[in-house]
């Protein structure tokens, strides 16, 4: 199989259903920013968030991976608005459990964290700053998502992405503490 399929050189693409429409469609642009929510996630376990000054987090580096996983399973499901997909393939499919699973997350590494007084600057150690990153992106694509209608998508992404952005946020704090690196407040 060719990687170009010459099919999207009119300014089209296909989803799930047979659809074609504009690359500059809205659900287009939704699960594109997924992709690239997905992409800063590879950047930032690639810059060493299972490593922290000689200390070895391979919690962090595990769940993002299951995240950039559910990630994909996110994009089919938005690529996929006649929902034929998600039937067939379970793994294309989140869950409220997909959401439980993120709050479990949380609620376990704000244990580790002091209780936030301010406003904090996103940076710190590299890998937290791309987790920042990654938690500001994430919104982005959940306003894209937001804005295809509440009736467009299954109500457990929105909810998903949402949580999402919590826990990069809080992954973040969690590695740079683990780092060494001082919180900057605003």
């Excluded at 409220?96 to 704000?110: H, K, Q």
């Amino acid at each position: 199989m060719k990687i170009y399929t010459r099919t999207g050189d009119a300014g089209e693409t296909g989803l799930f259903d047979g659809t074609r429409v504009p690359k500059s469609d809205a659900r287009v642009d939704a699960y594109g920013e997924i992709d690239e929510l997905n992409a800063v996630l590879g950047v930032a376990r690639d810059a060493g968030v299972d490593v922290a000054d000689r200390l070895v987090n391979p919690d962090i580096d595990k769940i993002l991976l299951q995240v950039q996983r559910d990630l994909f399973a996110l994009g089919a499901q938005l690529a996929d608005p006649a929902q034929r997909i998600a039937d067939r393939v379970t793994k294309a499919t989140l869950t409220p459990e997909d959401v439980s699973r993120l709050e479990n997350w949380i609620d376990r590494f704000e244990e580790e964290l002091p209780p936030l007084k301010r406003f904090i600057l996103p940076g710190g150690y590299t890998p937290g700053a791309m987790l920042h990153l990654a938690r500001t992106v994430c919104r982005r694509a959940e306003r894209r998502i937001v804005g295809l209608g509440r009736d467009a998508v299954d109500p457990v992404l929105v909810t998903y992405v949402n949580r999402l952005s919590d826990l990069l946020f809080v992954v973040a704090r969690v590695v740079n503490r683990r780092a060494g690196v001082t919180e900057t407040p605003w």
